[in-house]
DNA sequence: AATTGTATTGAACGGTGTTCAATTCTGTGT
DNA sequence: ACACAGAATTGAACACCGTTCAATACAATT
């Protein structure tokens, strides 16, 4: 009963993803994708509640694609090769598909509603890789640390890449983002392994 | 000559401040600042080029303001303390003016001009407080490569506190957020002091 | 007081996301 | 085949945004 439905949703939303592609997020205009997808304007209303509800299926698409990428970066490596693999992995995909990594950050909810649950779980599924490599790592830290640590680690390479990227604060040279990341990950694996974790059996 | 204007540019700051901090960048209109600074609507337009440009004044402050906290908690403290001392006040900061410290960074220059030297220099005085303890902690490192190692610390840290505190990506706690940050600041030091920089003499 | 130059105004413009009455389409019963 | 009801689609209209610029108010000089 829905599958007209379902179709006109997949054409709307590869025609934004096309034009987020090209144009970044702040260049997505309804009239433009509508126009795309081929139907009228008031359909993407018909289709989505939102305009922001459109990006959030962008977004989605955005991060299985990338979780993808890092499936296969880290396919059959140790915990730890894996962990870096994983951080050369996001940065090498920001860079190959800025606009559309832009998009996943700059976007906002409107308003200050929380977002969906069937959104974080794709987020989940990217961060569920760092989290198996960490409990790798330690097998002893609880869970809930486990996920603590991987989010701490996740989002310092993310700022690190971020800043580089969009060229704030000084900014790193784009040629040496994969070197530093590449030290960056060796001082927290050294840090976090070589030292063990003595102080936290308290 | 251009007193008058001056005192205008300054009361329409004060004022986008005002509404910045209360209603974030996404709800400042130019017709609500212009009514709190008692001007008409294309005043905005007489002392500023542009509602960007107006913005970038605000978070020019919002720089200073940061790095005026900086200087207070950095003072008189050894580099390696100085450093977590810098990340736990940028923690810190972000959470208690959030709306101004997220405008630094959600803010972008329309099409892509780019950021202006007169705005840059505001951004470099705050990483220089970063610059100038990686440089007491490693003498003999070239200027270039400390200035790089800066930035990769600041956003290393800046992507935590980022991460942490727009909730995405799971979203580290904020009560775990300085207990993290300084576990993290450990791992760091101890890696690029502890085991010291033998390699990199060749 | 007249005149010139400058600063300020706010109605008007183009472009945005969103709505909803009007229209077209679709499927069913006769 | 036809009529008809319910659902899907349309696109003109709306509210709101940043920005402009001719008209106005003001200031200074002669």
Same mark, same amino acid.
């Given at each position: 009963?829905? =599958?007209?439905?379902?179709?006109?949703? #997949?054409?709307?939303?590869? /025609?934004? @993803?096309? +034009?987020?592609?090209?144009?970044? $997020?702040?260049?997505?205009?309804?009239?433009?994708?509508?126009?795309?997808?081929?139907?009228?304007?008031?359909?993407?209303?018909?289709?989505?509640?939102?305009?922001?509800?459109?990006?959030?299926?962008?977004?989605?698409?955005?991060?299985?694609?990338?979780?993808?990428?890092?499936?296969?970066?880290?396919?059959?490596?140790?915990?730890?090769? =894996?962990?870096?693999?994983?951080?050369? #992995?996001?940065?090498?995909? /920001?860079? @190959?598909? +800025?606009?559309?990594?832009?998009? $996943?950050?700059?976007?906002?909810?409107?308003?200050?509603?929380?977002?969906?649950?069937?959104?974080?779980?794709?987020?989940?599924?990217?961060?569920?890789?760092?989290?198996?490599?960490?409990?790798?790592?330690?097998?002893?830290?609880?869970?809930?640390?486990?996920?603590?640590?991987?989010?701490?680690?996740?989002?310092?390479?993310?700022?690190?890449?971020?800043?580089?990227?969009?060229?704030?604060?000084?900014?790193?040279?784009?040629?040496?983002?994969?070197?530093?990341?590449?030290?960056?990950?060796?001082?927290?694996?050294?840090?976090?392994?070589?030292?063990?974790?003595?102080?936290?059996?308290?």
């Amino acid at each position: 009963m829905s =599958a007209k439905r379902d179709a006109l949703r #997949t054409k709307l939303i590869d /025609a934004a @993803e096309r +034009r987020m592609r090209a144009n970044g $997020l702040t260049g997505l205009r309804a009239r433009d994708i509508t126009k795309d997808a081929g139907c009228a304007l008031g359909g993407l209303y018909n289709a989505f509640g939102d305009l922001n509800e459109l990006v959030l299926h962008v977004n989605a698409r955005t991060l299985d694609h990338l979780s993808d990428k890092i499936v296969n970066a880290r396919e059959g490596l140790a915990p730890k090769d =894996a962990l870096l693999a994983i951080a050369l #992995t996001y940065a090498r995909f /920001a860079q @190959e598909n +800025r606009t559309l990594w832009d998009a $996943l950050y700059d976007h906002k909810m409107p308003d200050n509603t929380d977002i969906p649950d069937w959104f974080r779980t794709h987020q989940s599924n990217v961060m569920a890789h760092v989290v198996g490599d960490l409990a790798a790592l330690q097998p002893d830290l609880p869970s809930k640390k486990v996920h603590i640590r991987a989010s701490t680690y996740f989002s310092a390479v993310h700022g690190i890449v971020a800043v580089s990227l969009q060229g704030r604060f000084l900014g790193l040279p784009s040629d040496h983002l994969h070197e530093e990341i590449e030290r960056f990950v060796g001082y927290i694996l050294s840090g976090s392994l070589g030292a063990s974790e003595k102080k936290s059996a308290h």
